[in-house]
């Protein structure tokens, strides 16, 4: 079992900055990927950005791009999302997500989830 923990998040200001980090207990073994979605009031849950643990590649979502940047601590098994330039869209509530296997902006694909932490980007 994987629990992640999102701890971060607040309010922020157009044009500002805020970040985000996930702690990941208990272990996985293999191959796997921890990633940031998100989801504003009546919209589907959408990938936001993630990192294979193993290689260090990441991958970002368009909207985010050149924006927020996604970054690990292998030594505290945490992932930060860095979100600057932020937009009045950038509101929602994001969720930590680990899949243990390769990588998918899909959240069905995802195994674990944290409980969530909200983000509100005043214009």
């Known amino acids: 079992q994987v629990h992640p923990v999102e701890s971060g998040g607040g309010l922020g200001q157009a044009g500002g900055s805020l970040r985000l980090s996930c702690a990941a207990s208990?272990?996985?073994?293999?191959?796997?990927?921890m990633a940031w979605f998100r989801q504003a009031p009546g919209k589907e849950r959408e990938f936001v950005a993630g990192?294979?643990?193993?290689?260090?590649?990441?991958s970002s979502s368009y909207s985010v791009k050149g924006r927020f940047t996604i970054s690990r601590d292998d030594a505290k098994n945490t992932v930060s999302l860095q979100m600057n330039s932020l937009k009045p869209e950038d509101t929602g509530v994001y969720y930590c997500?680990?899949?243990?296997?390769?990588?998918?902006?899909?959240?069905?694909?995802?195994?674990?989830w944290g409980q969530g932490t909200q983000v509100t980007v005043s214009s």
């Open positions: 990192i294979d643990w193993t290689s260090g590649g990441t």
């Open positions: 997500a680990v899949r243990v296997g390769p990588f998918s902006s899909w959240s069905g694909n995802y195994d674990y």
């Open positions: 208990g272990r996985t073994f293999g191959s796997y990927v």
